[in-house]
């Protein structure tokens, strides 16, 4: 409040999820938008990287970035932050 920050939430897909055709977060997606609350779906951004390179690439396990995912998430979002916040 003493800043008036304001939450900015990141949808995060595990491996698992790109396989269940971009479902998972349909209920996340449903109440943020139903809060007016703004949120980033990384599924959206690295489905495409996901779809034509092994997912070696982005991802260490099923849950955890490699050193290239967490440069591609950090890019996301800032340009989300550049974009969207004044």
């Not at 920050?5 to 269940?20: A, G, H, I, Q, T």
Request: cysteine-free; proline content about 6%; overall charge negative.
């Amino acid at each position: 409040r003493e800043y008036n920050s304001k939450p900015l939430f990141v949808l995060s897909p595990m491996v698992e999820d790109y396989f269940n055709d971009d479902k998972t977060f349909a209920l996340f997606e449903t109440i943020l938008n139903s809060l007016k609350l703004p949120y980033i779906n990384l599924y959206d951004y690295l489905n495409e990287i996901v779809v034509t390179s092994p997912f070696q690439y982005i991802y260490i396990d099923a849950f955890h970035y490699t050193p290239k995912g967490n440069e591609l998430v950090a890019s996301v979002i800032s340009s989300y932050l550049r974009h969207n916040v004044r």
